[in-house]
């Protein structure tokens, strides 16, 4: 028969999973006396059976790739329902890999960004504003100069901001350069 541990401290964890052995390990990694993600590494070295999923607020890829190369088996955040728990408990005591949606979201958008020219993301007409932001235009000369409102500019400028994810003028003029927009 299956039994629930439940632990308060790092400490605790550690003591019953050298008394216990368990499979799965369900690890917040903010609760007391368990320093980083590293704590995964301590609980392989005692059971390197037990799987170990993190229960986390944090979803970016740095925490993700850190969790799982100390040898976490899963991902998932805190505010997750209890149906995909039982899923990732039952994928990852299968011997499967589980993060949580929310999370692998974040991940390949991040990796497709980095993968691809952003460049290529952005449509010729924000290739064009992007080119007389970089020239030193201001919304109202590019909206006149385009023949289009002011609030269209703020709206293209935001859309490459977010594409790009540059949120300043400077970094939007170092891209244009870098990407050969505009000439020095």
């Known amino acids: 028969m299956r039994s629930l541990i439940v632990a308060s401290t790092g400490n605790e964890i550690i003591s019953k999973t050298k008394e216990l052995n368990p499979d799965i390990i369900l690890l917040d990694i903010s609760m007391p006396e368990v320093e980083n993600l590293s704590f995964c590494k301590k609980i392989k070295e005692i059971s390197p059976n037990t799987k170990i999923i993190i229960l986390t607020m944090h979803f970016s890829e740095e925490y993700v790739k850190e969790a799982f190369k100390n040898g976490a088996e899963g991902y998932i955040l805190k505010d997750s329902s209890f149906s995909e728990l039982e899923i990732a408990i039952k994928s990852v005591f299968e011997g499967h890999t589980y993060i949580t949606p929310k999370v692998s979201k974040v991940i390949i958008k991040d990796y497709l960004q980095k993968e691809q020219n952003p460049l290529k993301t ?8 992007l080119k007389l932001i970089a020239e030193g235009y201001s919304s109202k000369e590019i909206a006149y100069k385009l023949n289009i409102s002011i609030k269209t500019v ?13 949120y ?5 003029v170092k891209f244009a350069i870098k990407n050969k927009l505009i000439d020095l």
Request: charged share 35%.
């Open 122 to 129: 952005l449509t010729e007409r924000q290739k064009e504003i």
């Open 154 to 166: 703020e709206a293209h400028k935001s859309q490459i901001m977010e594409k790009l994810n540059i």
């Open 168 to 172: 300043d003028i400077p970094g939007l």
